[in-house]
């Protein structure tokens, strides 16, 4: 009786160790964005959101990175309501950035503004 349950609970603990093994083996691709620059004049918060979800907020000077699966990536940049007066957010939302990010891409991305509101712009990784 006590082989057997030992034996179960050696094969319990083989299964799901078997996930975690797999999983191991899986790439990802690095995405940095920075609003380390004053590009943007505005004090207030901008949210990332990434396939729709609120993802990082940013203030000057921050910068964030994420691990995400390679493929495509939908990128959308936000002011956020905040303490600051004249952050809140439009009525209409932005439009949103498409990137490709490959398994093992390093890709770094700082916020910028033109007429049509703020996007992100490639940049070197300067390492």
């Not at 975690?20 to 004053?38: C, F, K, M, N, P």
């Not at 505005?42 to 949210?47: A, H, K, L, P």
């Not at 303490?83 to 209409?92: E, K, W």
């Amino acid at each position: 009786m006590r082989w057997s349950a030992f034996s179960l609970f050696g094969f319990l603990g083989l299964f799901a160790a078997m996930p975690s093994v797999q999983a191991a083996g899986e790439d990802y691709g690095v995405l940095i964005i920075s609003r380390e620059r004053l590009e943007v004049a505005t004090s207030c918060e901008i949210g990332v959101y990434i396939q729709d979800q609120l993802s990082a907020r940013l203030f000057q000077e921050q910068s964030t990175s994420f691990n995400l699966p390679p493929g495509n990536v939908s990128l959308r940049l936000k002011l956020l309501p905040g303490q600051m007066p004249g952050c809140n957010p439009g009525m209409l939302a932005p439009g949103s950035q498409e990137i490709k990010l490959h398994a093992g891409d390093i890709l770094k991305f700082r916020i910028a503004m033109n007429q049509e509101g703020m996007y992100l712009k490639r940049t070197d990784l300067g390492y």
